[in-house]
């Protein structure tokens, strides 16, 4: 069975809160909100209180968030709003956190707006460390870390979160320093836009990491983001044409070879081959969102194929 999320961005709310609440009602594991400065969001964290309220089922965080400057985010201020979240939530939040893309362009868009953005090694290791100082936050002991680059002394938080020991935390990466971050620190792992057999070759990576550092295999989880076009037969040239207007995209372009194309007989076969490739959980988005109609279809003809049911962490003295 497969954890099967849906991804969300957008900045009209009345359209955010019906697609979020037809997510829940409909049974997809997790719910994620984009967290950043571009125009096509809200602020990130605030948004997600707001959709904690408006869900019950799914489970829910960034789809991912950053902490290679203390502006984009501090260590302890990510502790604290997922932890709030969690209590929002009833226990159901999760950290997403990203290492960022390798192109100049976005380093440009960073430091545009007064971040740094170091080089990608500066980078995960900030945030393989920043993962070490929030979950120390979260025992609600007093911390000391003294660190290359986060330093705390003293620092306790309150409330802790609901669940025990916190939050479970994803850290999404591609390359090959990412992936061993990845299998170092984190509690699971996600790519974006990859075909079954490049996210192979990826998780082979990961788990020879997970077993030289003597880390449990089986519970580790591993999603990877798709994109969904749900269409019959007749109407799915215009359903591909319309994606790629949208996405400002050329026809050969490597993004239409692992979005998930057809009716639900033919998605349910291509999620098929991602299992077979490693994947145990799914992040999609929807091509019509903010419209139902395709996440209403997936959730009659594919979900009941692969959805594992919604599980909650063991929950702490303050539940």
Same mark, same amino acid.
């Given at each position: +069975? ?37 125009h ?15 869900? %019950? ?12 400057? &203390? ?20 226990g =159901? ?12 362009? $976005?380093?440009? !868009?960073w430091?545009?707006?007064? !971040?740094a ?8 290791? /900030?945030?393989?460390e ?14 000391d ?5 986060? =330093? ?21 990466? /591609?390359?090959? /320093? ?5 299998? %170092? ?17 990826r ?14 295999v &089986?519970?580790? %989880? =591993? ?6 076009? /749900?269409?019959?037969? $007749? ?31 033919? !998605?349910?076969? =291509? ?8 994947? $145990?959980?799914? +992040? ?10 395709m ?12 959805? %594992? ?5 063991? +929950?702490?003295?303050?539940?």
């Amino acid at each position: +069975m497969l954890g099967v999320g849906v991804q969300t961005w957008g900045t009209e709310v009345g359209a955010l809160r019906g697609y979020w609440e037809a997510i829940d009602e409909l049974g997809f594991t997790r719910i994620a909100y984009g967290d950043g400065l571009g125009h096509w969001t809200l602020d990130g964290w605030t948004t997600l209180g707001a959709l904690a309220t408006l869900t %019950r089922r799914a489970r829910l965080g960034p789809a991912v968030t950053y902490a290679f400057d &203390a502006a984009a985010h501090h260590p302890s201020w990510l502790a604290k709003r997922a932890a709030t979240l969690d209590h929002l939530s009833g226990g =159901r939040a999760e950290l997403r956190l990203g290492i960022g893309a390798a192109d100049a362009e $976005t380093a440009r !868009i960073w430091t545009g707006y007064g !971040i740094a953005y170091p080089d990608p090694r500066v980078r995960i290791a /900030m945030i393989e460390e920043a993962v070490t100082v929030v979950r120390a936050l979260w025992t609600g002991e007093p911390v000391d870390h003294p660190g290359p680059h986060w =330093r705390l002394r003293g620092a306790t938080l309150a409330p802790k979160p609901v669940q025990d020991p916190g939050p479970p935390v994803w850290i999404a990466a /591609m390359g090959p /320093m990412a992936l061993a971050a990845a299998a %170092r620190c984190a509690d699971g792992w996600e790519a974006s836009y990859l075909t079954p057999a490049a996210f192979g070759t990826r998780w082979a990576v990961v788990h020879d990491h997970l077993t030289a550092h003597g880390r449990p295999v &089986a519970s580790f %989880r =591993r999603s990877v983001e798709l994109d969904v076009i /749900m269409a019959s037969a $007749t109407d799915l040239a215009g359903a591909r044409e319309a994606f790629r207007r949208v996405r400002g995209i050329p026809p050969d372009h490597p993004l239409l070879e692992t979005a998930l194309v057809g009716d639900g007989a033919t !998605i349910a076969a =291509r999620i098929a081959e991602y299992a077979a490739a490693g994947v $145990t959980d799914l +992040m999609l988005g929807f091509a019509d969102f903010p419209a139902l109609g395709m996440l209403e279809r997936f959730a009659r003809e594919v979900l009941p194929s692969f959805a %594992r049911p919604v599980t909650r962490r063991r +929950m702490g003295p303050s539940a």
